[in-house]
Nanobody, 120 residues
Framework: QVQLVESGGGLVQAGGSLSLSCAIS????????MGWFRQAPGKQRELVAQ???????DYADSVKGRFTISRDNAKNTVYLQMNSLKPADTAVYYC??????????????WGQGTQVTVSS
């Protein structure tokens, strides 16, 4: 059984930084494409960043140059470093895993989410 547990959310002022972590249990972490999604109140969930098995990365335009996704296969963990945060980044952030494909609907396993709040 695959389980994902996020940590690292919180409250930060605009311009500040936060780092999120997602630990995945179960076998095969290094075979999953890993992604971070977010959902703000009243808005649809959006894909923020994703990292392939070979550590190629892809970002939403809204976070390019500010967020960095990375993975540590030895620790079964994926990270999201968020810099220069804006109030518009306020959302619940979810970690997710996909066995194949990089589209939002390809993600099969989800964490419980962690709240990120950016004050102005």
């Amino acid at each position: 059984q695959v389980q994902l547990v996020e940590s690292g959310g919180g409250l930060v002022q605009a311009g500040g930084s936060l780092s999120l972590s997602c630990a995945i249990s179960g076998r095969g972490f290094n075979t999953y494409i890993m992604g971070w999604f977010r959902q703000a109140p009243g808005k649809q969930r959006e894909l923020v960043a994703q990292v392939t098995i070979g550590s190629s990365t892809d970002y939403a335009d809204s976070v390019k140059g500010r967020f960095t996704i990375s993975r540590d296969n030895a620790k079964n963990t994926v990270y999201l470093q968020m810099n220069s945060l804006k109030p518009a980044d306020t959302a619940v952030y979810y970690c997710a895993a996909a066995r194949a494909g990089m589209g939002p609907t390809d993600y099969e396993y989800w964490g419980q989410g962690t709240q990120v709040t950016v004050s102005s």
